[in-house]
């Protein structure tokens, strides 16, 4: 927590984009240990405490997504509801449709309004 601080306020906007930022960190973390899965999966040999500092990243990266959602959440509870986001407009940036349904709180995705994109995620069961 950041003690030296008695009150820090400022546009929203620049707080998002502080957010977003640290969002696309924790991507570049989760790309670097895709990297060091794909070694392991194409049988590269390497130290054990390697692997190990490889294992260790995935609790950073768990602990930097609860931060940042914890964030979230707090500068949600102190929002009023008089401020107002234009969720559409936002939502089409989003390639994942399942996630732009969600960020659009909508239930149902209608393929019209988030169609599949070749960013969308196809999991194998």
Known sequence: ?????????EPIGQTLCRVSKEL???ADLVGGLEDAVGAVLQGEQAPIVDRIEELQRLDLI???MVAVSDFVAAVASGSSSAWLVDVESAVNCVTLSEVAGRLAERTTIISDNFPSNPGDFDQFN
């Open 1 to 9: 927590m950041l003690n030296d601080v008695k009150s820090l306020k």
């Open 62 to 64: 768990r602990q930097h």
């Open 24 to 26: 696309v960190s924790i």
